[in-house]
């Protein structure tokens, strides 16, 4: 309902008559609820007020039940609104008490009408265009095809082989973090990182693209009831859970689709940086705890460890 015009299905007196019956509803309702909150009072033996409150609650719901098939009888007659309308949902925007301080339904309605403005002028202006295409010869043609650079190709999509290798060089640089490669579910691949005796990385790969990382404690189960490796619970421990979101961040900076395995190996330096985790104090403060957390943070590029509020 824009600018209070009603929708020609419905009946306007009838439309007046429901709201004059949900009025008188809502007064029936209040005196059930005035009867319940003043109980039995002014009557001078217990039997006559309890017969007095009883008398008055029947009327109350009488009048409740009177009121509302009153009301449903006028809801039949009201009638439906449209159903082309154009914005659908967005309708019910325009029963807001407070329509001057927020306009949201007028504001579609100009946007709507502006949007079907614009496909309209954009279809003429496509026919108009078509009618009048430049004709370009085959030596035209030839000249713009040499000069227009050629798109990089992007291998998203890596034999087994290979990201297997690349993991394996990995695992082989650095003696203090084991990695584990599996296949459960086809050709991604899931690692489990062992970093020491401090924490355990499962690492999700879409060929040799990080997908997922979840680091939980070193005496923490990663597996599933069936065997499996959880990629879905996080640790019980707030540190680990702080590490996740900082590997999850990790993955956003290590950015380099032309190179997947200098991404990896980058990744897998910045995540051996934990092997202090409990040891390193923080860079800026000098402390090794704060909120009773270690520093939690390892910089990007200097692999310093920061606490989380220090790092900033």
Same mark, same amino acid.
């Given at each position: 309902?824009?600018?209070?015009?009603?929708?020609?299905?419905?009946?306007?007196?009838?439309?007046? %008559?429901?709201?004059?019956?949900?009025?008188?509803?809502?007064?029936?309702?209040?005196?059930?609820?005035?009867?319940?909150?003043?109980?039995?009072?002014?009557?001078?033996? &217990?039997?006559?007020?309890?017969?007095?409150?009883?008398?008055?609650?029947?009327?109350?719901?009488?009048?409740?039940?009177?009121?509302?098939?009153?009301?449903?009888?006028?809801?039949?007659?009201?009638?439906?609104?449209?159903?082309?309308?154009? &914005?659908?949902?967005?309708?019910?925007?325009?029963?807001?008490?407070?329509?001057?301080?927020?306009?949201?339904?007028?504001?579609?309605?100009?946007?709507?009408? !502006?949007?079907?403005?614009?496909?309209?002028?954009?279809?003429?202006?496509?026919?108009?265009?078509?009618?009048?295409?430049?004709?370009?010869?085959?030596? %035209?043609?030839?000249?713009?095809?040499?000069?227009?650079?050629?798109? %990089?190709?992007?291998?998203?999509?890596?034999?087994?082989?290979?990201?297997?290798?690349?993991?394996?060089?990995?695992?082989?640089?650095?003696?203090?973090?084991?990695?584990?490669?599996?296949?459960?579910?086809?050709?991604?691949?899931?690692?489990? @990182?062992?970093?020491?005796?401090?924490?355990?990385?499962?690492? @999700?790969?879409?060929?040799?693209? /990080?997908?997922?990382?979840?680091?939980?404690?070193?005496?923490?189960?990663?597996?599933?009831?069936?065997?499996?490796?959880?990629? !879905?619970?996080?640790?019980?421990?707030?540190?680990?859970?702080?590490?996740?979101?900082?590997?999850?961040?990790?993955?956003?900076?290590?950015?380099?689709?032309?190179?997947?395995? @200098? @991404?990896?190996?980058?990744?897998?330096?910045?995540?051996?940086?934990? /092997?202090?985790?409990?040891?390193?104090?923080?860079?800026?403060?000098?402390?090794? &705890?704060?909120?009773?957390?270690?520093?939690? !943070?390892?910089?990007?590029?200097?692999?310093?460890?920061?606490?989380?509020?220090?790092?900033?």
């Amino acid at each position: 309902m824009a600018d209070g015009v009603l929708s020609p299905g419905v009946n306007l007196e009838a439309f007046s %008559q429901a709201i004059a019956a949900i009025q008188a509803l809502r007064s029936s309702v209040t005196r059930v609820f005035d009867c319940l909150k003043d109980g039995m009072r002014n009557k001078e033996t &217990l039997e006559g007020r309890e017969k007095g409150f009883v008398a008055a609650f029947q009327d109350s719901l009488h009048s409740v039940s009177r009121d509302l098939g009153e009301l449903e009888r006028l809801s039949n007659l009201v009638g439906k609104p449209s159903e082309n309308h154009p &914005l659908h949902n967005s309708g019910l925007l325009s029963l807001d008490p407070v329509q001057d301080k927020t306009p949201l339904y007028s504001q579609l309605l100009q946007a709507y009408k !502006w949007s079907n403005k614009l496909q309209y002028h954009a279809g003429l202006a496509s026919g108009l265009l078509n009618q009048q295409s430049l004709k370009r010869s085959a030596n %035209q043609m030839g000249v713009s095809a040499k000069r227009r650079p050629k798109a %990089q190709p992007t291998t998203l999509v890596l034999p087994p082989q290979y990201v297997d290798d690349v993991i394996n060089r990995i695992d082989r640089m650095f003696p203090e973090m084991s990695i584990q490669l599996s296949r459960p579910n086809g050709t991604s691949a899931m690692l489990l @990182v062992t970093l020491g005796k401090v924490l355990k990385v499962i690492v @999700v790969m879409r060929s040799l693209f /990080i997908d997922r990382t979840i680091v939980k404690g070193y005496n923490e189960n990663v597996y599933t009831e069936d065997g499996k490796l959880d990629i !879905w619970s996080k640790s019980n421990y707030q540190v680990f859970q702080k590490v996740t979101d900082h590997a999850t961040t990790a993955l956003l900076h290590y950015q380099l689709p032309q190179m997947p395995d @200098v @991404v990896v190996r980058s990744f897998m330096t910045w995540l051996r940086s934990y /092997i202090k985790l409990f040891q390193a104090p923080c860079q800026r403060c000098g402390k090794f &705890l704060q909120d009773g957390l270690p520093p939690t !943070w390892r910089d990007f590029r200097t692999l310093e460890a920061f606490h989380d509020t220090c790092r900033q």
